[in-house]
């Protein structure tokens, strides 16, 4: 499969029925003109080069499908397969689909990522790590909210934490927002759910605290 076939493989799976007018490369972009005057950039996600060597085995490749900037959130993911087949990450289904397709391929932290970027109410959401946790420089620990854990996985089922970081407006400014997230069917039928926990202020983000 050439790259112009792999781009308009993910732009349909993206925008299906829309016509692709033209496709120019702008490194590290494609860009993608439609017929319904939208302009679309695709490029491969990033953040998982170390499992890399795992994808290309099972066949797939992820990429991003989002709009031109200055607005290029909410992004889109595809996932494309050596087979033919299409996944929108962003739709429910089709990321459990893709995972029972996928799962030998993709640990719990990548699964974890995937599930807060492109199924979270915020975008720009993060897992929940103690390094992370270290560098946000709560004023209180995270542990005075309740049922912490840091990403587990047991038997077939999968938590974790995700945090959210407020950086516009004085009221929101360095609130810290988090939500736990609970996955089950690791090994079937891929369900999940995400609720919000509670906020802490960042001492690092608190506008209110000297520089």
Same mark, same amino acid.
């Given at each position: 499969?050439?790259?112009?076939?792999?781009i308009? @493989?993910?732009?349909?799976?993206e925008s299906?029925?829309?016509?692709?007018?033209?496709l120019? @490369?702008?490194?590290?972009?494609i860009? *993608?003109?439609l017929?319904?005057?939208?302009?679309k950039?695709?490029?491969?996600?990033k953040?998982?080069?170390?499992?890399e060597?795992?994808?290309? @085995?099972a066949?797939?490749?992820?990429?991003? *499908?989002?709009?031109?900037?200055?607005?290029?959130l909410?992004?889109?993911?595809v996932?494309?397969?050596d087979?033919g087949?299409a996944? !929108?990450l962003n739709?429910? %289904?089709?990321?459990? @689909?893709?995972y029972?397709q996928?799962?030998?391929?993709?640990?719990p932290?990548? !699964?974890?990522?995937?599930l807060?970027?492109?199924?979270s109410?915020?975008? %720009?959401?993060? *897992?929940?790590?103690?390094d992370a946790l270290?560098?946000?420089?709560?004023?209180?620990?995270v542990?005075?909210?309740p049922?912490?854990?840091?990403?587990?996985?047991?038997?077939a *089922?999968?938590?974790f934490?995700?945090?959210h970081v407020g950086?516009?407006?004085r009221?929101?400014?360095?609130q810290?927002?988090?939500?736990?997230?609970?996955v089950t069917g690791?090994?079937?039928?891929?369900?999940?759910?995400?609720?919000?926990?509670g906020?802490?202020?960042?001492?690092?983000?608190?506008?209110?605290?000297?520089?």
């Amino acid at each position: 499969m050439n790259d112009e076939e792999r781009i308009l @493989r993910a732009v349909h799976c993206e925008s299906p029925g829309v016509e692709v007018v033209e496709l120019r @490369r702008l490194d590290p972009f494609i860009l *993608v003109e439609l017929a319904d005057d939208r302009t679309k950039l695709v490029q491969p996600l990033k953040g998982f080069e170390a499992n890399e060597l795992a994808h290309r @085995r099972a066949g797939f490749e992820l990429l991003l *499908v989002y709009d031109r900037p200055p607005s290029p959130l909410p992004m889109s993911c595809v996932a494309l397969f050596d087979d033919g087949k299409a996944y !929108l990450l962003n739709d429910k %289904d089709q990321l459990a @689909r893709f995972y029972h397709q996928a799962a030998s391929a993709i640990p719990p932290f990548e !699964l974890a990522c995937l599930l807060v970027m492109f199924q979270s109410s915020s975008p %720009d959401q993060l *897992v929940t790590s103690l390094d992370a946790l270290d560098a946000l420089d709560l004023e209180t620990p995270v542990t005075s909210l309740p049922g912490f854990t840091p990403l587990r996985v047991v038997g077939a *089922v999968l938590e974790f934490w995700s945090y959210h970081v407020g950086l516009e407006g004085r009221d929101s400014l360095g609130q810290v927002d988090f939500t736990r997230w609970r996955v089950t069917g690791l090994d079937g039928d891929l369900q999940w759910d995400a609720t919000y926990v509670g906020s802490i202020r960042s001492n690092k983000y608190d506008p209110r605290k000297p520089a």
